[in-house]
């Protein structure tokens, strides 16, 4: 227990200044500084091995480029296909779009005008040739690989321009994504072996590596940005660990009606997931305003 | 426009009396009359293909009969890893346990006490045990699958008791689970690999005959409990369909934060997901709550 | 802790059969269960006086014969001021009106075409000239009453039609609304003091009464529907027992932002408003479809 | 219609770069920046009027402060008795306090040890001694005040420390506060009621002055933290404005179960209460977090 301070907000403040100035705040705010301590721990323990998970709509809304600064600090990057498409679809020289006006939104006139809508943000239907031709001109190379990841390593290497993929294939960052036959990239896998070829990348391969990873980490750091499978997958793999030992989890969803996405994280205690003396913290809030403020407040 | 009827609640009022009087009355329960009324179109259309999707803990909970009984008028059942495993839990005779008294809940204790928590409903950890004892057992009868709707099914084929699993066995029903890696029968099957065997369930495979399914069907409907990869994965499948002509989605999730999973129902007409002269709803409330509302009322 | 029994939904299933097999189920059902229980103890316990504070718009979306029924086993009611103007509304004999098709609802047309929007509830912006003339006629009447819950009985007393506001002042049923002023009933009497009439209803003057009525009673029990002043008011009032002895709150807010409305129940054990020993629960779910199941399953 | 462009988090960066950085974001973070700008144009339009709402637990919690420094930029000002009471007990040397290890949070205990709880915010019990001697000494002051706004001002002036009271009466600006009776004052002075003593406070008499101001207004612009009666008591004045030109709400709020606080501001345009031209933003977070963030872009 410790005394609440007022937040005071000076002119021409910092964001680390900001943060730092939550911390005597209750409600979400203490939670934001808490989160930017733990975060400056984690990255900074170098016996700790950092695990990153991200699903929600995070590259098309424009959080792209702070995922990528923050997979400086990450060992093992977990997300959704569709992340990974979307990104994708960047490094091919496409573009993603804001509704500037939402009073009125009208999903049948975007339909006609061909633009698919997530939230506020669109992209043109029309990207999928693009994507096309990338993987007809790659199919080959992709059918060879054994496993997802090195499937994900593949397209990073083969695809033009920078981002997450590419990121991750230079630097050597594994990625997991046991979704991802549900992406615009399964999509894309899909079309030729509906053509009639045929790939060989099995389900089950790289729990190897996740496990493995977790197995020998001497401590483990999760941050998890907003659930889903890449929650849920690195948990199952922190089973055999003795328990993250740094946890910040990032989401807007509800415990009540059960779900991984909206479970605190210290339900993992139960489970071995989470250390009883890990420094952990649940951010209930949107992680495109809550997530630059951390990250920000420890740079 | 309607005029708004005061719903009245008579002794002995049965459910699909109850449901019926939600009709004339806003927000919530007028959602949930809509939905009574879709399901009933939907089941009774001769001529549409029923898209399940089962997102969120919803074995574990006690909603399995529940969905036992929607899987009758169901084409194409699409879940999560974790919901499959737990049926096959309790189909080798273990159970699930509500904590009754939820004023404090230490996740430390339960950790000591070997139980795993998922909001109020616990597992034994020992669990385990008996699911490796029959994956040891059957590994070779699933590693010759070569997709993971034939690994469910031989699942399903092989388990001794009853459940989801062996009813879709059973009625040839199609069960899709692209994440299934992420689970503990993903975990199972990580186990036989360490040990040095090997698998070969390609990951793209099965997305031929849900793409095919839609594609085919004159027409569509959906039910979405709760978003994550079994709503995305079906809504991706639907993009070769006219879109969807019947849909109803359960979910507490919101649609700021831009995910799935909150999305609403109409963000679908965009991407040609659903008609836009569908028959639509989105229901927001705790699936163990509407779904039996929903379904009872149409019986 | 007990085992999870599975919910099974059968043919011509009553509301209370359907609640009691929810009782065995986690997450929401088993709250609806357990406030099934919790109200049919509250309003059958003899010793009990109930409490019943009522926020959020349950008049004009269609819950106002719900709330009357529910009147029949409350001592003390607490309520907005809006939904106490709507009530008057109907009964002057106007109506609310639902919105169909929610696809897209354009504010700026229901302005021009006179409609007042809450959510999917609509009502005509001219049913003010039949209040006004109300409060004109009777103006005289109400300027007398020296506190709120005079005030209100007098408009119970006069409205020709029946409502919630006519059955507490035949029943005699304390209705409480600190609020007041900020509601179409304040407007209206802010319209007469405009005219430079004058009224002398003190603020504070009906505390008396609420509290003493919780100081003296042996048990007391609240049943919330959506937090707001109606839940605080009788929370204070609580603090003058010796803590509440049953407990049922439904609402959709979140507790993370610190509001009392988001505020599980066992907050107020803190404080003394509610009984350590109290048999209570948090049913997270819209009120229109929690409040019918749960008082459809006692009567 | 806009590019999405992706947000760069840069080393010592500054709050007012950062929300300027996420205008080309989607989702919460774009609405943040879209937040700031309305603010901005709200606070510097020498033609508007700005109504400030404040419900939720602001004051406890630590953001004092922040609200002190906004009424610099306010015309009119509502909140809820509960803030207005926490302020006063810091004025009178009181604190409050923060739980800091939040895993197990046990109210019997806090009952027993004479701590209040608000979410992870503490309050001792025997702050109410400090109040009581306030309101024995100053009750003569305060009877003779004819209506709310007057009764605060009163507090203000007489209260020792600084605060929001104090700041309120020493600028003249109107506090509106139609719940007070619901709040640690209204028990006070309810204390001395009970001692046989008579207040004269009436309830409806400074609507006169919220509405006149609204309807003399060139422009006016609002400000919400957190719905409640403080955001419909601005909406209702409102009625007898244009329409309001300018409007930030920040809630965490859902609009499907009808309430206000949740409820989007452009509803208010079926109403008259904002005008169908205005600039507005709905955030969806909590205020400790995202007032901060818009405040501190525009100093």
């Avoid at 409600?27 to 699903?55: L, N, Q």
């Avoid at 690989?145 to 997450?164: A, M, Q, S, T």
């Avoid at 615009?184 to 391969?205: C, Q, S």
Wanted: aromatic content about 10%.
């Amino acid at each position: 227990m410790k005394e609440v301070k007022h937040l005071k907000i000076e002119k021409d403040m910092g964001v680390s200044d900001l943060v730092r100035g939550m911390r005597g705040v209750g409600f979400g705010a203490g939670k934001i500084a808490r989160a930017g301590e733990i975060m400056d721990k984690m990255f900074k323990d170098g016996d700790c091995k950092v695990f990153f998970g991200v699903a929600g709509a995070m590259v098309p809304c424009g959080m792209k480029q702070v995922i990528l600064d923050v997979l400086d600090y990450t060992d093992i990057f977990v997300t959704t296909g569709a992340n990974l498409t979307h990104d994708l679809i960047e490094s091919l020289g496409e573009k993603h779009y804001k509704i500037e006006n939402e009073r009125i939104v009208d999903d049948v006139l975007l339909a006609e005008k061909g633009f698919d809508r997530i939230y506020n943000v669109l992209m043109k239907n029309g990207v999928y040739e693009k994507l096309e031709d990338f993987f007809k001109a790659n199919f080959d190379s992709f059918s060879k690989c054994g496993n997802i990841k090195d499937f994900l390593w593949k397209i990073g290497e083969l695809c033009p321009g920078g981002g997450i993929l590419k990121k991750c294939y230079d630097k050597k960052i594994p990625i997991f994504c046991p979704g991802i036959a549900d992406s615009g990239i399964g999509l894309m896998m899909w079309g030729r072996i509906a053509e009639g070829k045929t790939t060989n990348i099995d389900v089950f391969t790289d729990m190897k590596e996740i496990i493995d990873f977790s197995w020998t980490a001497k401590k483990t750091g999760v941050l998890y940005i907003g659930g889903g499978l890449p929650k849920n997958f690195i948990q199952q793999a922190l089973q055999f660990s003795k328990g993250a030992d740094y946890g910040i989890q990032i989401t807007t969803d509800r415990p009540e009606s059960g779900g991984s996405s909206g479970a605190p994280l210290k339900e993992g205690i139960s489970w071995g997931k989470l250390s009883k003396d890990a420094d952990f913290v649940d951010v209930v809030c949107d992680a495109t305003i809550a997530l630059p403020l951390i990250f920000g407040s420890i740079l």
